[in-house]
Nanobody, 120 residues
Framework: QVQVVESGGGLVQPGGSLRLSCAAS????????MGWFRRTPGKERDFTAS????????DYADSVKGRFTISRDNAKNTVYLQMNSLKPEDTAIYYC?????????????WGQGTQVTVSS
């Protein structure tokens, strides 16, 4: 059974940093693109970042480009999202996605989400 579990969320002050982790289990995911989406209250889940199977190609939403970095460790079946220079508008539930499509908000598998709150 495939499981996708996020961790690392929490409360951080504006300008601070957090690193989210996504551990996938149930099979190997080294051949899959992976990604992060986020949902703010009253809005749909939006694409945030993605990384291809080898880690050689990444893609970001304009709102996080230059501040967030996605990476992966295939030996650990884990994907990371390093978030720097956080802003209050980054407050959201962050979801890890396996084989995501940024244009349709589809993914083969989703995690349960982790809350990130940016506030002073």
């Amino acid at each position: 059974q495939v499981q996708v579990v996020e961790s690392g969320g929490g409360l951080v002050q504006p300008g601070g940093s957090l690193r989210l982790s996504c551990a996938a289990s149930g099979r190997t995911f080294s051949g899959d693109n992976m990604g992060w989406f986020r949902r703010t209250p009253g809005k749909e889940r939006d694409f945030t970042a993605s990384i291809n199977w080898s880690g050689s190609s990444t893609d970001y939403a304009d709102s996080v480009k230059g501040r967030f970095t996605i990476s992966r460790d295939n030996a650990k079946n884990t994907v990371y999202l390093q978030m720097n220079s956080l802003k209050p508008e980054d407050t959201a539930i962050y979801y890890c996605a396996v084989r995501p499509n940024r244009y349709t908000n589809y993914a083969a598998y989703w995690g349960q989400g982790t809350q990130v709150t940016v506030s002073s």
